[in-house]
Antibody, heavy 123, light 107 residues
């Protein structure tokens, strides 16, 4: 059974930093492209960014609102993906989900999701 | 960025009704669209991928169609457990983008 468990959320002041973790099990983690998606309170879903598998270059892509402030990395030996968040803004307040992309070929989709971790940016 | 315009933003229907949700892309995305359901208090769940393919384990009353810029998601016979919010999402280009969601309620 595929499981994704996020951790690391909490309350942080504007301008602060936080690191989220997402531990995966039940699938070949090293082969998965991993995504972070967030949802502000009462709002819709917003893709934050992704990291490809190392065999597919391991490169990252980010949404414009977080580019230059957020960094995604992965530790395949521990089946974990990280979201490093710096220079946090009030508008970054959201539930952050990690999600796998186990799509084949040119097909990409978020097939498994974690339960989410809440990040609150407030003074 | 590709904009995904989803409609309606909310709808109320009776058990057994046929329900349609549409998504319009701001440019041609071929069939690179997925549909998700988010039940209250839960993470989203993939229902349809690549426009019309049913994800494993998803009931066959859910379906998707369309290509290019216009897409439709259908529930053939609405069930009480189908309440929640539904989102389309394109993966033709990064950044991936979602529609604003459709809130589905039972009359």
């Amino acid at each position: 059974e595929v499981q994704l468990v996020e951790s690391g959320g909490g309350l942080v002041k504007p301008g602060g930093s936080l690191r989220l973790s997402c531990a995966g099990s039940g699938f070949t983690f090293a082969n998965a492209w991993m995504n972070w998606i967030r949802q502000a309170p009462g709002k819709g879903l917003e893709w934050v960014g992704r990291i490809k598998s190392k065999s597919d270059s391991g490169t990252t892509d980010y949404a414009a609102p977080v580019k230059g402030r957020f960094t995604i990395s992965r530790g395949d030996s521990k089946n974990t993906v990280f979201l490093h968040m710096n220079s946090l803004k009030i508008e970054d307040t959201a539930v952050y989900y990690c999600a796998t992309d186990l799509g084949v070929g040119a097909t990409s989709y978020f097939d498994f999701w974690g339960q989410g971790t809440l990040v609150t940016v407030s003074s | 960025d590709i904009q995904m315009t989803q409609s309606p933003s909310s709808l109320s229907a009776s058990v057994g009704d046929r329900v349609n949700i549409t998504c319009q892309a701001s440019q041609d995305i071929s069939n690179c669209i997925n549909w998700y359901q988010q039940q209250p208090g839960k993470a989203p769940n993939l229902l349809i991928y690549r426009a019309s393919n049913l994800q494993t384990g998803v009931p066959s009353r859910f379906s998707g169609s369309g290509s290019g810029t216009h897409f439709t998601f259908t529930i053939s016979s609405l069930q009480p457990e189908d309440i929640g919010k539904y989102y389309c999402q394109q993966y033709e280009n990064v950044p991936y983008t979602f529609g604003q969601g459709t809130k589905l309620e039972i009359k």
